[in-house]
């Protein structure tokens, strides 16, 4: 492995440990290298926090050294003032001579402008190392910025036969069609996306929480469809413990502390307004879970990034159908009896 690329890899390393906390912000990994050794790391753990870049200079025991070091950071440095200085003048304050990156930052804030001020200011800037891995890294953030909508990944799990739900219920509570080992790995997905969307019925039907109780990390934000004001007040999603938008094209709507109701037309394109108001909302990833008229509306739209389908070992001889995704490349895991099944959408 070539040298810039040992420590790029590190970076985005270092970097996967700030997925889930780092909202709005993209997840950055740093390392200070000098004569071949990593004198400082580190990683930008949560938006409003010190980045990547500062947590990599302020590990650094012996300061002196910097003047002769190579700074490596996974995304361009910023060169704006936000809720913290730019990157760009902390490396130029401390006369760090050369700055290796993975991949240009894809914000209009950004974008090429922290390496101009480098370059501006004498310094040796390097770029495009693992550009692949570093823009994979922050698919949500750059989907997001270029896209002008939310990273999209649909969920669902279903039986041997192709169901994903019974025809009939007697509880409000879901019918587990998989192991708990991909229901615990489920809510740890939930702690890795901003938002999370399901339609009016499932709301209905199993009376869910969608939080990440099986998991430590943050609760997404809850989206719901409910385009006649059905849900029950009751509910759970409605208990204001987590931001919850709900879709709606009821009038009669009252927000609440924690609950913003947003009014779409749904006789048009409903996943195109869902993502335009998500994007204005600055959520930049949503893992939607169903249920069947839900998850066909985005594939429809073809408004999705990525597909991941378990299949239990349950058999339910008939019920509603799973949803019907375009034929692609996939990859598939063993979960324990069950099967995930990841598909990427490259259209």
Same mark, same amino acid.
């Given at each position: 492995?070539?040298?810039?690329?040992?420590?790029?890899?590190?970076?985005?390393?270092?970097?996967?440990?700030?997925?889930?906390?780092?909202?709005?912000?993209?997840?950055?990994?740093?390392?200070?290298?000098?004569?071949?050794?990593?004198?400082?790391?580190?990683?930008?753990?949560?938006?409003?926090?010190?980045?990547?870049?500062?947590?990599?200079?302020?590990?650094?025991?012996?300061?002196?050294?910097?003047?002769?070091?190579?700074?490596?950071?996974?995304?361009?440095?910023?060169?704006?003032?936000?809720?913290?200085?730019?990157?760009?003048?902390?490396?130029?304050?401390?006369?760090?001579?050369?700055?290796?990156?993975?991949?240009?930052?894809?914000?209009?804030?950004?974008?090429?402008?922290?390496?101009?001020?480098?370059?501006?200011?004498?310094?040796?800037?390097?770029?495009?190392?693992?550009?692949?891995?570093?823009?994979?890294?922050?698919?949500?953030?750059?989907?997001?910025?270029?896209?002008?909508?939310?990273?999209?990944?649909?969920?669902?799990?279903?039986?041997?036969?192709?169901?994903?739900?019974?025809?009939?219920?007697?509880?409000?509570?879901?019918?587990?069609?998989?192991?708990?080992?991909?229901?615990?790995?489920?809510?740890?997905?939930?702690?890795?996306?901003?938002?999370? #969307?399901?339609?009016? @019925? $499932?709301? %209905? *039907?199993? &009376?869910?929480?969608?939080? /990440? !109780?099986?998991?430590? +990390?943050?609760?997404?934000?809850?989206?719901?469809?409910?385009?006649?004001?059905?849900?029950?007040?009751?509910?759970?999603?409605?208990?204001?413990?987590?931001?919850?938008?709900?879709?709606?094209?009821?009038?009669?709507?009252?927000?609440?502390?924690?609950?913003?109701?947003?009014?779409?037309?749904?006789?048009?394109?409903?996943?195109?307004?869902?993502?335009?108001?998500?994007?204005?909302?600055?959520?930049?990833?949503?893992?939607?879970?169903?249920? #069947?008229?839900?998850? @066909? $509306?985005? %594939? *429809?739209? &073809?408004?999705?990034?990525? /597909? !991941?389908?378990?299949? +239990?070992?349950?058999?339910?001889?008939?019920?509603?159908?799973?949803?019907?995704?375009?034929?692609?490349?996939?990859?598939?895991?063993?979960?324990?009896?069950?099967?995930?099944?990841?598909?990427?959408?490259?259209?």
């Amino acid at each position: 492995m070539k040298i810039h690329e040992k420590y790029i890899s590190r970076c985005i390393a270092l970097a996967k440990n700030g997925l889930g906390t780092t909202y709005p912000n993209p997840m950055v990994g740093s390392v200070i290298v000098y004569e071949g050794k990593i004198i400082g790391e580190g990683w930008h753990k949560k938006a409003g926090g010190p980045h990547a870049e500062v947590n990599a200079v302020n590990s650094v025991q012996d300061k002196s050294l910097l003047k002769k070091a190579t700074i490596y950071v996974s995304l361009e440095p910023c060169s704006h003032f936000g809720k913290t200085p730019p990157c760009c003048d902390l490396i130029i304050k401390n006369k760090i001579p050369n700055v290796v990156i993975g991949t240009v930052d894809p914000n209009i804030m950004v974008a090429g402008n922290g390496i101009k001020k480098l370059i501006e200011a004498g310094v040796h800037v390097t770029v495009g190392i693992l550009e692949d891995e570093c823009n994979e890294l922050n698919k949500r953030f750059f989907t997001f910025h270029q896209k002008k909508r939310p990273y999209i990944i649909l969920k669902w799990a279903q039986s041997q036969d192709g169901y994903i739900a019974p025809l009939e219920k007697l509880e409000k509570k879901p019918v587990w069609i998989t192991n708990t080992y991909s229901r615990q790995l489920v809510h740890k997905w939930r702690t890795e996306e901003q938002a999370i #969307l399901v339609g009016t @019925q $499932t709301v %209905i *039907d199993d &009376n869910p929480k969608l939080n /990440a !109780r099986d998991w430590h +990390g943050n609760n997404p934000v809850r989206i719901i469809l409910d385009q006649n004001n059905r849900i029950p007040k009751e509910s759970e999603i409605f208990d204001n413990q987590t931001k919850t938008i709900v879709f709606t094209d009821s009038k009669n709507t009252i927000p609440e502390e924690n609950t913003t109701f947003e009014r779409i037309d749904f006789k048009q394109n409903i996943a195109a307004q869902i993502v335009d108001s998500l994007y204005i909302h600055n959520i930049q990833s949503v893992i939607i879970e169903g249920g #069947l008229r839900t998850l @066909q $509306t985005f %594939i *429809d739209a &073809n408004l999705w990034d990525e /597909a !991941r389908i378990f299949t +239990g070992k349950t058999t339910l001889g008939k019920g509603i159908q799973a949803p019907l995704l375009p034929k692609t490349n996939s990859e598939k895991h063993l979960i324990e009896k069950d099967e995930l099944t990841i598909l990427k959408n490259h259209d």
